[in-house]
């Protein structure tokens, strides 16, 4: 059982999304230009899940993308939430009509099996994503604090520091990193999204499960990925599956 | 912190949920989503049919007090009964493993019971009366498969003609419909690949996944038909012991495609998947062969079937029914409900298993549960409930064994005839340190 430091320190979330992003990528853009297929180069699409090297914890060829159905679980919800420079919007608004990627997070959860893997891969998507500029258009990143009290606007924007200042961040993904004012604003999102959050005990002690959520350009979830399915390549895979459903292939 | 840097973790550990959900000491051969109990199981749940004559008759979900030092340990603490007879059989956690979800095979209700508001006193969270609309004409929702944010759920049967023909029905954790995957059948084969002959008969029964390997597997059974008539008047029918199933499926995951179709002949029952991390392969039994099959993928990365192993004297039809793998997956619990025995095999090398101790438990046994520690196994007794021995056979019961590595020792017994309960079938753990709040 984890004890929760009562006072974030910003400079230590930041550091933490630092050390995601030094570590997280073992290939190189030059690596990655080298597995693009000519005729890929031609489409983003085809080639973005096969842009990531097979991790040994994930034994499988990924399904061919479009090659199969993604099933629409539930809307996902909706509710108030803080962005960082402060400023309060609906969550249905910050989808914007793209794809989003979902993940629930507090920023200073260190059990590897927990935020710090969905922070690594969501920054493999991020990184990679450079390499193919137009998917801003239509996919993001989005990550929601379950820890409102130590995950402040500030703490946030801390920990959102090296994504925003990257200097190739116009070419990426838009990465949002979101909290909530309180935990009573945040509930029902953890409530209709499906995320455990387990509160209790003396110590202020906080459990999850690990869960990302694929929501599609109309607001539903698609997908919800658990630990051993936290794969970029299925990830990713699943994105390039809607974007073709939308295409009508 | 680097994704890759799991890569080298044992997939039980992999599999563990963050926070404070580890394992380990827990039943095994449940869904790898779900976190596990840490420490002593405090709670057995026991899915229980009602018994027309006996108490309120009715289905009902029994708590049993494991908690070692209560006073109530061993006994019946709490039982909610759900409204009539439905053929109250299999269930399964969510995989929060906050909600039991259990299915009647003859009414096809599914009924989620609240576990996590207070796990000595569950509660009835929702009914799902819709299964056969929902799914387009499955009937008899049977195992219940923890994925992340849904259920999925086996048919036995369909609403055309009652036979074996079914599907997998997916379920979101709210307890609405998402889909329905139809087992593939020899005029559909759905871009599966028939193994060395295999007819596909769209026949349905367990589930399990190995999720690095990003495949499902499932067995078949036998239809509404039969499993609804008396087993005495369908042995005797020669065209009803012809309506069982023959196959496992092996599916894609993540996209719920079957892939393979593999010839399992005598009712493929129980699936279960080893926790190692080089471990690819599977169990299952046949129930009308009494054999034990090995699902395994090959040098060349292709999943096979094959026999390895008699359970007892096939020719004397024991029925084997639940298995169970230790947590190590050195050995296999295999309970056969016609001679009333529990086997233990030696599954060090699975494609060569061999049995090391059997005991007699009872007159009929159906389900076996470890915990993750192994040393502790327990045993219930209801098959269906047409199924069951008739008259002084037919002994109704939960008990409790201590395992000391060789030899099962009685710790307690409840009869649920007795008690006035029913029929005791499915069980599952539960303990309060999984929930803080």
Redesign the interface.
């Given at each position: 059982?984890?004890k929760i430091p009562m006072a974030v320190s910003v400079t230590c979330a930041a550091a933490?999304l630092s050390?995601?992003m030094a570590?997280?990528g073992?290939w190189h853009p030059a690596d990655l230009l080298a597995r693009l297929t000519p005729a890929a180069m031609r489409s983003p699409l085809a080639p973005f899940s096969a842009v990531f090297p097979t991790?040994?914890?994930?034994?499988?060829t990924?399904?061919e993308p479009g090659?199969?159905a993604l099933?629409?679980?539930?809307p996902a919800p909706n509710g108030a939430v803080l962005t960082t420079d402060g400023s309060s919007f609906q969550l249905h608004d910050l989808f914007d009509g793209k794809i989003t990627l979902v993940s629930f997070v507090y920023l200073t959860?260190g059990?590897?099996?927990?935020?710090?893997?969905a922070?690594?891969?969501l920054y493999?998507i991020h990184d990679a994503s450079a390499q193919l500029p137009g998917l801003r258009d239509d996919v993001q990143l989005m990550t929601i604090s379950f820890d409102p009290e130590r995950d402040t606007i500030e703490a946030i924007a801390a920990f959102s520091h090296p994504v925003t200042s990257d200097p190739a961040s116009a070419l990426k993904l838009d990465w949002q990193v979101l909290t909530t004012a309180d935990t009573a604003s945040l509930q029902p999102l953890l409530d209709g999204f499906?995320q455990?959050v387990?509160?209790?005990?003396a110590d202020d002690?906080?459990?999850?499960?690990?869960?990302m959520?694929l929501v599609d350009r109309s607001g539903m979830?698609r997908n919800?990925?658990?630990?051993?399915?936290?794969d970029p390549r299925?990830l990713m895979g699943d994105v390039e599956t809607l974007l073709l459903e939308e295409q009508g292939a | 912190?680097?994704?890759?840097?799991?890569?080298?973790?044992t997939a039980a550990?992999?599999?563990?949920?963050?926070?404070?959900?580890r394992a380990f000491a827990d039943e095994t051969c449940q869904s790898?989503?779900m976190?596990k109990i840490t420490g002593q199981e405090e709670f057995v749940y026991v899915w229980t049919l009602g018994v027309e004559g006996m108490g309120d008759e009715q289905d009902k979900m029994v708590t049993v007090d494991l908690r070692p030092g209560s006073p109530t340990r061993g006994e019946v603490i709490h039982s909610l009964s759900v409204g009539g007879r439905n053929e109250a059989h299999h269930g399964g956690f969510s995989?929060?493993r906050?909600y039991f979800w259990t299915g009647g095979l003859d009414t096809n209700r599914i009924f989620i019971f609240d576990i996590h508001s207070d796990p000595a006193a569950p509660k009835l969270h929702k009914v799902i009366e819709t299964f056969v609309t929902d799914s387009g004409g499955v009937v008899g929702p049977h195992t219940f498969f923890a994925?992340?944010?849904?259920m999925m759920i086996t048919g036995l049967s369909n609403q055309d003609d009652h036979g074996g023909r079914t599907a997998l029905v997916?379920y979101?954790?709210?307890g609405?419909y998402?889909?329905t995957y139809w087992m593939p059948t020899a005029d559909d084969m759905q871009g599966a690949v028939a193994v060395d002959g295999a007819v596909a008969d769209g026949y349905g029964y367990d589930i399990r996944a190995l999720?690095?390997?990003?495949?499902m597997l499932t067995s078949s059974f036998t239809g509404w038909s039969n499993y609804m008539m008396d087993f005495g008047q369908m042995l005797q029918d020669a065209e009803a012991m012809k309506r069982f199933g023959n196959s496992m499926v092996l599916w894609?995951l993540?996209?719920?495609?079957p892939r393979k179709v593999f010839n399992v002949p005598g009712a493929p029952l129980e699936v279960r998947f080893p926790w190692g991390p080089n471990a690819n392969y599977a169990f299952s039994t046949t129930a009308l062969t009494s054999q034990l099959w090995l699902i395994y993928e090959d040098d060349h990365g292709e999943w096979q079937a094959k026999s390895v192993a008699d359970i007892g004297n096939p020719e004397d039809i024991p029925l084997p029914v639940d298995i169970s793998i230790a947590a190590d997956d050195q050995t296999l619990w295999v309970n056969s409900f016609m001679d009333g025995k529990t086997r233990l095999f030696d599954i060090s090398d699975p494609h060569h298993p061999s049995q090391i101790y059997e005991k007699t438990i009872d007159r009929q046994v159906n389900m076996v549960s470890q915990s993750w520690d192994g040393k502790r196994v327990y045993f219930s007794s209801s098959l269906l409930a047409n199924w069951d021995k008739k008259g002084d056979d037919d002994v109704q019961y939960l008990r409790a064994y201590n395992w000391d590595g060789k030899e099962l020792v009685e710790d307690f017994n409840i009869d649920f005839y007795a008690a006035g309960l029913g029929r005791a079938h499915i069980m599952r753990f539960g303990s309060s340190a999984l929930?803080?709040?």
């Open positions: 059982m984890r933490l050390g995601v570590l997280a073992t991790d040994p914890a994930f034994q499988f990924p399904p090659s199969y099933n629409r679980f539930k959860c059990d590897v099996n927990g935020c710090p893997l922070f690594s891969t493999d499906g455990v387990d509160r209790g005990g002690q906080i459990s999850h499960l690990l869960r959520y979830i919800v990925y658990g630990l051993g399915l936290i299925l | 912190m680097n994704r890759r840097e799991f890569g080298g973790l550990t992999a599999l563990a949920m963050a926070g404070p959900f790898p989503y976190p995989a929060d906050r994925l992340p944010g849904s997916e979101n954790d709210d609405d998402v889909a999720i690095r390997k990003n495949i894609d993540h996209t719920r495609q929930y803080s709040a």
